[in-house]
Nanobody
Framework: QVQLVESGGGSVLDGGSLRLTCTLSGYIGCLAWIRQVPEKGREGVAA?????????SDSVKGRFTISRLDTDAENALYLQMNSLKPEDTGMYYCAARRNIQTGPRCGALLRSTDFEFWGQGTQVTVSS
């Protein structure tokens, strides 16, 4: 079992920036950020497989950057969000899935959001 804890959410104005952090209790290769919007449901935002592969939804490509830190001492996942828009508002979750062998297979999980472990979420609100 891996624990995931998100932080860094908040309220910003249209065009602002936020950086989300997910602290993990262990290493897992396939990690992602997923957001939940009440009117639209769950949307995969960005995925990272080891340090070799990243993938983004079309709605955030060019504005968001996913990165990760994997050392003997700590494991973390980050999401740098720039040029934020009101439609980026939602609850952002860090998610993980074991036993994914390739980057593209991890990226494909953004469509199904079929992840094994989830954090508690952090709220992002963007006002116009």
């Amino acid at each position: 079992q891996v624990q995931l804890v998100e932080s860094g959410g908040g309220s910003v104005l249209d065009g602002g920036s936020l950086r989300l952090t997910c602290t993990l209790s262990g290493y897992i290769g396939c990690l992602a950020w997923i957001r939940q919007v009440p009117e639209k449901g769950r949307e995969g935002v960005a995925a990272s497989w080891n340090t070799d592969f990243v993938s983004y939804s079309d709605s955030v490509k060019g504005r968001f950057t996913i990165s990760r830190l994997d050392t003997d001492a700590e494991n973390a996942l980050y999401l740098q969000m720039n040029s934020l828009k009101p439609e980026d508002t939602g609850m952002y979750y860090c998610a993980a899935r074991r036993n994914i062998q390739t980057g593209p297979r991890c990226g494909a999980l953004l469509r199904s959001t079929d992840f094994e472990f989830w954090g508690q979420g952090t709220q992002v609100t963007v006002s116009s």
